[in-house]
């Protein structure tokens, strides 16, 4: 399937692919990193010199991702997109907005098979070291996605989960019609974790969940909850390790979870779907 063309991060034209290096009319030049990635985050744009999450945190996600313990999300999410375009042989273009190591735009891929274009940007250069090097056949940029480097109307599919974005600039990339899932933490997300390092934990607060931003119309909020068993110590060891709060707990909350045996939690996503209005 024909890839998407990037957009010049500098002067907003069209990136034209040149052996190892993609450029534009005026001249600005990117190259390819090894693992198939480009790198579209301009020096002066990053808030640090290695924005996004770290090597570690993406390599315990993966770890933790690939046992199937969130797979129901991205049945959840696959559905949701073979019900918006049920036309199993129209080519469809998919940006993961802050797609980490990759896991669940190479899940949509294996479930959509040859119809569907996987596009990752994010913000972590590790993060697009290791999802180029695992799905080659994915498109990736290392790439803010309040500034996402496609052109106006270009994508069929936006999915989000777990990360910052703008919805402008979501709506601004995605073509009329096209589709928005958006995946953060419901209240009751890993409850049982944070009981365990924090000393009075609170539910997740109830997200600002009207994606009315330029063009986009909130068709439905919806719960993916289930109960998640989690068999062995590598596997809460991996979920700690990914999730912003085990970097926040004390050394003793840390060993205190570390000598678990297994734990049982409950998983509790919120999808919102919305639909990029015809102007
Ligand atoms: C909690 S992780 C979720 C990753 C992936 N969506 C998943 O669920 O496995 C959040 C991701 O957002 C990325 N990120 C943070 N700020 C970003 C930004 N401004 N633009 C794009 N990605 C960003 C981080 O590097 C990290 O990979
Ligand atoms: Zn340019």
């Not at 999410?77 to 993961?96: E, G, H, N, V």
């Not at 309040?146 to 703008?166: G, M, N, T």
Request: charged share 20%.
């Amino acid at each position: 399937m024909t890839k998407l063309q990037w957009r010049c991060p500098v002067c907003s034209k069209a990136l034209i692919p040149y052996g190892r290096s993609f450029s534009c009319a005026n001249r600005h030049t990117f190259d390819k990193a090894k693992e198939g990635y480009v790198n579209l985050l301009l020096a002066h744009k990053k808030k640090s010199a290695d924005p996004g999450d770290s090597k570690a945190m993406l390599l315990s996600r993966r770890t933790f991702l690939e046992r199937g313990f969130y797979e129901p999300l991205v049945q959840a999410l696959a559905k949701r997109i073979q019900t918006a375009f049920p036309q199993p042989d129209t080519p469809l273009s998919i940006l993961d907005a802050g797609c980490g190591e990759g896991y669940y735009a190479g899940k949509l891929k294996e479930i959509l098979g040859a119809q569907a274009q996987l596009i990752g940007v994010d913000i972590s250069k590790a993060a697009m070291q290791l999802a180029g090097k695992r799905y080659p056949e994915m498109q990736a940029a290392v790439a803010s996605s309040y500034a996402i480097p496609l052109p106006d109307d270009s994508v069929d599919v936006v999915i989000r989960v777990f990360a910052p974005a703008l919805d402008d600039e979501i709506a601004r990339v995605l073509k009329p019609g096209g589709l928005y899932l958006w995946v953060y933490p419901g209240a009751q997300h890993l409850f049982a974790l944070r009981e365990l390092i924090y000393d009075t934990p609170q539910p997740h607060g109830e997200h600002m969940a009207v994606t009315a931003g330029l063009g986009l119309e909130v068709q439905s909020i919806d719960a993916v909850s289930y109960p998640l068993h989690l068999p062995d110590a590598e596997a809460i060891a991996g979920l700690l390790e990914m999730t912003p709060y085990y970097w926040s707990a004390s050394a003793e909350k840390q060993q205190h979870c570390r000598a678990l045996a297994e734990l049982e939690l409950g998983v509790d996503f919120c999808v919102v779907q919305a639909v990029n209005r015809p102007f």
